[in-house]
């Protein structure tokens, strides 16, 4: 049987990393599970993405960092600071650095990669971005998701920027930002209504809508959180921490202790002290 624990943290690419600890950062406050250890990351960025990304400041993780030995000490010193503030801060990207980790860190994050099957959630969200066909894409997701809420809302430069704070280049961003904040979105929150173990993953279901309704690199019409992480990040981020705790005892609250379990081999806590799987 597939376990979390089968998972070699080899395996990985490096980039699913701070997506894991968004999970466990986000299960652990809405859970109330007791956690404890040291996630042990590639990059001192990965944590700081982790953070901005939930717009929870370090303090409250829930769990312990490491960052590899080698990091460079300026980026270990300015990701700190960046997430030990309330609410987390972001660093620019254009600005010239002394170093050119960030724009690596930021390189690999945006990169294509294998897909990883993360632990299922019901919930999700889809946004619908400005001038997208709405209804075709609505009926494309009830084919599998209920519709719990509708919000419509217009995104600013900080809700693009807390939706990907890991964009880079200038001239993409500036037409990122223009696309997104020039009329107001569509956010659905989804219930996945299909029988446990006949998921499509997100992202193929992400891939096949925008294929169906014809988009491209920029214009691509739906956000959609191809993790669990992401996926609570974002509802809380778009609906709101008090809709999202409600929703998460409701539908997620009994499957927290295993999708934590798979975060925590994925992030390596607690593989010092035990060698027992
Ligand atoms: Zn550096």
């Not at 193929?204 to 739906?222: Q, S, V």
Request: charged residues 25%; negative net charge.
């Amino acid at each position: 049987m597939m376990s979390a624990n089968t998972w070699a943290r080899e395996q990985w690419s490096a980039k699913h990393i701070p997506k894991a600890l968004l999970g466990h950062v986000m299960e652990t406050l809405l859970s109330g599970e007791d956690t404890a250890g040291t996630a042990r990351l590639a990059s001192p960025w990965d944590a700081w993405w982790a953070s901005y990304r939930a717009g929870i400041s370090l303090a409250h993780f829930g769990v312990g960092i490491a960052a590899p030995i080698r990091s460079c000490t300026t980026c270990a010193v300015d990701a700190l600071a960046l997430m030990t503030s309330t609410p987390p801060c972001h660093p620019d990207l254009a600005e010239a650095r002394p170093c050119g980790c960030l724009l690596e860190w930021a390189v690999r994050m945006r990169a294509p990669s294998v897909p990883v099957s993360w632990p299922p959630l019901s919930l999700t969200v889809a946004l619908i971005k400005p001038g997208a066909p709405g209804s075709q894409i609505r009926d494309q997701l009830e084919r599998t998701h209920k519709v719990l809420r509708i919000i419509r809302r217009t995104l600013t430069t900080d809700d693009t920027r807390r939706l990907y704070p890991e964009a880079y280049g200038a001239d993409y961003v500036a037409a990122r930002d223009s696309y997104l904040t020039r009329a107001p979105v569509e956010v659905l929150l989804l219930l996945d209504q299909r029988a446990h173990g006949d998921e499509t993953a997100i992202a193929d279901l992400k891939a096949r809508i925008r294929r169906a309704i014809g988009a491209d690199e920029l214009h691509n019409h739906l956000h959609m959180p191809d993790n669990p992480g992401e996926a609570l990040a974002d509802i809380a981020h778009l609906a709101g921490n008090e809709t999202l705790a409600e929703l998460y005892e409701r539908y997620e609250r009994d499957h927290a202790a295993e999708r934590l379990a798979f975060y925590r081999s994925a992030l390596g806590v607690g593989a010092a002290d035990s060698h027992s799987d």
